[in-house]
């Protein structure tokens, strides 16, 4: 259970958008053939590239700050 919990707090850092891509694409692409699951994929990762969270993150990283994601 603390690893659990260590594991949960890590990853409420994380931003939101981009953790519920993660889940959809596992949850939808692990039943597409492969090119499917692919093509699936990066689409969500266009679309993660475009969200307000993924300019923030790398924003935080090159001023060597925590990152305020916003879900979006």
Known sequence: MENALAFAQKMATKS?????????ALLQGGDMPLNAALA????????????????????????????????V
């Open 16 to 24: 939101p958008l981009a953790l519920k891509l993660i889940k959809r």
């Open 40 to 71: 699936y994929e990066h689409s969500l990762i266009a679309l993660a590239f475009e969200s307000h969270d993924m300019h923030e993150g790398c924003r935080a990283f090159l001023e060597k700050r925590p990152a305020q994601f916003k879900g």
